[in-house]
């Protein structure tokens, strides 16, 4: 087994049911955000994914989150994606989070910068997350940089990589999946999980390719607000399925928030039951304060400590 020493992946490797938790990095130069979130979400999750640029919107540096989390003894998940940098930046900023404590990075292509606050801005995508995926692996494995000469000091990441079960063509989903977990994926994050009857069968050609042995499969939750909300992603959020019943049981609903939360809830409960999920990945956007009561309500306390000594 590669030891990165990443908790996530130490969790994941004894067996347990892995919960991971997104902490969004401020618009703006004060740490003081990334320490009080870690120190409110401590211990309800084994690792904290750190968002780079999401939406292409100018954000504290994931990096530097990340390092903050790992002053405070937290395992981060540093976001990377290949929409910013080329593989002369990426290759530095990996060497660079592994010399700052962090042990895990999820690779991405990143949102177009069209949907940001500088849509104007050149995008680069040298590489994409495919590319990136297998980058990282040969750094860490082969001890090689992309242009082939050695790397002395290898960063031992733990590779995540996202997937969409939900977006079209239904049936490519799972082929690009196969795709990033040959490239050298060692987990994977996907994207929010409402329709969990297409996220069944996504699953079922998951175990059919035997994907959930290659690689740890973590299903994105999100716990929505409103009726409003769930109406909005139903409708102009590309990729996203959003059934009817759950829009109509949250109008129904004289609490919508705590409908919402309950949803998310149960979402989790029924995702521990299907073959081949290793954990949730819980996305609250902006909303974190949450995160420990659905880990609470969904019976998944107490978090496993997982020595690095096995």
């Known amino acids: 087994m590669m030891k990165s020493g ?9 067996g347990h049911f892995a919960v991971t938790a997104e902490i969004g990095p401020p618009k703006h130069a004060d740490g003081g955000v990334i320490r009080s979130r870690g120190e409110q979400l401590r211990g309800y999750a084994d690792a904290f994914n750190l968002t780079d640029n999401q939406a292409a919107v ?7 989150a990340g ?8 395992d981060p998940v540093i976001q990377m994606t290949c929409r910013d940098r080329n593989r002369i930046g990426l290759q530095s900023d990996l060497l660079g989070a592994y010399a700052l404590g962090v042990r895990n990075v ?7 910068q069209r949907f940001g606050n500088h849509p104007t801005a050149k ?21 090689r940089f992309l242009s082939g000469e050695e790397c002395k000091i290898e960063p031992r990441f733990y590779i995540g990589c996202a997937a969409n079960p939900f977006a079209d063509p239904f049936e490519f989903r799972v082929m ?5 977990i040959a490239a050298g994926a060692d987990f994977v994050q996907t994207q929010c999980v409402f329709d969990m009857e297409r996220f069944e069968r996504f699953m079922e050609m998951v175990r059919e390719r035997g994907l959930h042995k290659r690689a740890k499969i973590l ?8 009726a409003k909300a769930a109406a909005f992603m139903q409708q102009h959020v590309a990729g996203m399925m959003v059934p009817d019943a759950m829009v109509e049981r949250l109008k129904k609903a004289e609490d919508e928030k705590a409908e919402g939360l309950q949803l998310c809830i149960e979402q989790i409960k029924h995702l521990k039951t299907i073959e081949g999920v290793a954990g949730v990945h819980i996305m609250t956007l902006m909303w974190e304060e949450m995160v420990p009561f659905i880990v609470e309500q969904a019976g998944l306390l107490p978090r496993p400590e997982v020595s690095g000594d096995g």
């Open 123 to 143: 995008n680069v995508y040298d590489l994409d997350s495919i590319n990136l995926i297998q980058m990282v692996k040969q750094l860490r494995d082969e001890k």
């Open 67 to 74: 390092a903050i989390l790992v002053q405070q003894g937290q």
């Open 6 to 14: 990443s908790n996530l992946e130490r969790v994941l490797e004894a």
């Open 176 to 180: 690009r999946l196969e795709k990033k």
């Open 106 to 112: 999820l690779c991405l292509s990143g949102d177009h």
């Open 58 to 64: 100018v954000r504290l540096s994931s990096i530097a």
């Open 219 to 226: 299903a994105g939750v999100m716990p929505v607000k409103s």
